[in-house]
């Protein structure tokens, strides 16, 4: 059974920096990985949706990695901004079982003014 | 414009009444999905649709039922709500395949006394 863990699961920065959320996944055999932000009260934003054959998409100020073999995916934010803050959702799309998203819990983070 | 819709966006009613979430996207989307969030915790896929007259159940039992008589719209019914029911309820579409992005509605969250 799929199982996606997210470290850490909250974070605080000032503004202005980089920063690195991480995501980590048991089974290997994924059709692609998709990072999404929740704000309190919303729905899911998607953010990047990276297929499994391919190692990085880039959006803005966000990339993402994936290393499938080693069950490994990371989101880094440049240059964070107090908009930034929010939950940031991994999940990921396995090749067997029913046909939907596996999720981690998120990490909570905040964008010091 | 493109868009997933969901109503009410907050339930309360109280235990053993009927309930009816409402779900529905003008973005083409064969495919549909219901996950349900509790606080704190990661979504889990409940039910999902490849398309007209199709209902699967996903990863996680869940006591509602679904419909999908129209491809644009998948409500999900609770026929006896009960205070374990509370949660928040997510509504999801995508194109055919199994490489494409998942979309995701504002969430209906509700609170059964």
């Known amino acids: 059974k799929q199982e996606v863990t997210q470290i850490p699961a909250a974070l605080s920065v000032p503004e202005g920096e980089n920063l690195v959320l991480n995501c980590s996944f048991t089974?290997?055999?994924?059709?692609?990985l998709q990072w999404f932000r929740q704000d309190p009260g919303k729905g899911l934003t998607s953010l990047l949706l990276?297929?499994?054959?391919?190692r990085e998409q880039t959006s803005g100020r966000l990339n993402a990695s994936l290393d499938k073999s080693s069950g490994r995916s990371t989101l880094y934010i440049a240059a964070s901004q107090p908009g930034d803050s929010a939950t940031y959702l991994c999940?990921?799309?396995?090749?067997?079982?029913?046909?939907?998203?596996?999720f981690g819990k998120g990490t909570h983070l905040i964008i010091q003014p | 414009e493109a868009d997933i819709y969901q109503t009410p966006r907050y339930l309360v009613i109280g235990t053993g009444k009927k309930i009816t979430l409402e779900c529905s996207q003008t973005?083409?989307?064969?495919?549909m999905y219901w996950y349900q969030q509790d606080p704190g915790m990661e979504l889990h896929l409940i039910h999902y649709?490849?398309?007209?007259?199709?209902?699967e159940k996903g990863d996680l039992s869940s006591e509602s039922t679904v419909s999908r008589i129209r491809t644009e719209h998948f409500p999900l019914t609770l026929e006896s709500a009960r205070p374990s029911h509370t949660s928040q309820y997510l509504c999801?579409?995508?194109?055919?395949?199994?490489?494409?992005?998942?979309?995701f509605g504002p969430g209906t969250r509700l609170t059964v006394l």
């Open positions: 999940a990921v799309r396995s090749r067997g079982g029913a046909d939907g998203l596996t």
């Open positions: 999801a579409s995508a194109p055919s395949g199994r490489h494409n992005e998942q979309f």
């Open positions: 649709s490849y398309g007209v007259n199709s209902t």
């Open positions: 990276i297929q499994s054959s391919q």
């Open positions: 089974d290997s055999a994924i059709y692609n």
């Open positions: 973005m083409g989307h064969d495919k």
